[in-house]
T-cell receptor, first 109, second 113 residues
Framework: RKEVEQDPGPFNVPEGATVAFNCTYS??????FFWYRQDCRKEPKLLMS???SGNEDGRFTAQLNRASQYISLLIRDSKLSDSATYLC??????????FGTGTRLKVLA | EAGVAQSPRYKIIEKRQSVAFWCNPI?????LYWYQQILGQGPKLLIQ????????DSQLPKDRFSAERLKGVDSTLKIQPAKLEDSAVYLC???????????FGPGTRLTVT
């Protein structure tokens, strides 16, 4: 089993749709979690940290489920500009950052 | 606040040649990372520094890759000799401490022919 797994997609959704991505991790003692966004041929940029209580930033909501060992990202009212690859990142007990392979999102007009 | 700086942005070399990349992290960030990202994959950690000490280099191909961060600030990553499979984007990132969010530089796109 991979340490961090994501559905690679692509997810093709119409503008205005709600879309959700999940990311599973294997190390139950993992400490911190993040979602990054990566545009084509650009570096990853932090989208949001994921807290145990969940967090929301505008149209984006992140949740952590420790019991089932997954994190999720929900995007409401999708915009064309949301088209990108979304990378899940898990910080393990020994301070390693493990990246998922990313989920590609394409928002269609 | 200035972000993570990397140079060069692009490099094309022939196999068996050597190449070096440079990274300057965000001021005050103690932790510096080098990643390799192959097209269609997530970044893979090559080496992690805490100040000028190595925290993790378990995935660094040490027969050909080396990295240093002598004064605990900027860092260089070297490949010698390069192979075709080293063609990738090399990303540098920094964080305040080892549990915090990372910030990435623009990367160096390496093509080995």
């Amino acid at each position: 089993r991979k340490e961090v797994e994501q559905d690679p997609g692509p997810f093709n959704v119409p503008e205005g749709a709600t879309v959700a991505f999940n990311c599973t991790y294997s190390n139950s003692a993992s400490q911190s979690f993040f979602w990054y966004r990566q545009d084509c041929r650009k570096e990853p940029k932090l989208l949001m940290s994921v807290y145990s209580s969940g967090n929301e930033d505008g149209r984006f909501t992140a949740q952590l489920n420790r019991a089932s060992q997954y994190i999720s990202l929900l995007i409401r009212d999708s915009k064309l500009s949301d088209s990108a690859t979304y990378l899940c990142v898990v910080n393990t007990p020994d301070y390693k950052y493990i990246f998922g392979t990313g989920t590609r999102l394409k928002v269609l007009a | 606040e200035a972000g993570v700086a990397q140079s060069p942005r692009y490099k094309i070399i022939e196999k068996r040649q050597s190449v070096a990349f440079w990274c300057n992290p965000i001021s005050g960030h103690a932790t510096l990372y080098w990643y390799q990202q192959i097209l269609g994959q997530g970044p893979k950690l090559l080496i992690q520094f805490q100040n000028n000490g190595v925290v993790d280099d378990s995935q660094l191909p040490k027969d050909r890759f080396s990295a240093e961060r002598l004064k605990g600030v900027d860092s260089t990553l070297k490949i010698q000799p390069a192979k075709l499979e080293d063609s990738a984007v090399y990303l540098c990132a920094s964080s305040w401490r080892g549990r915090n969010e990372q910030y990435f530089g623009p990367g160096t796109r390496l093509t080995v022919t």
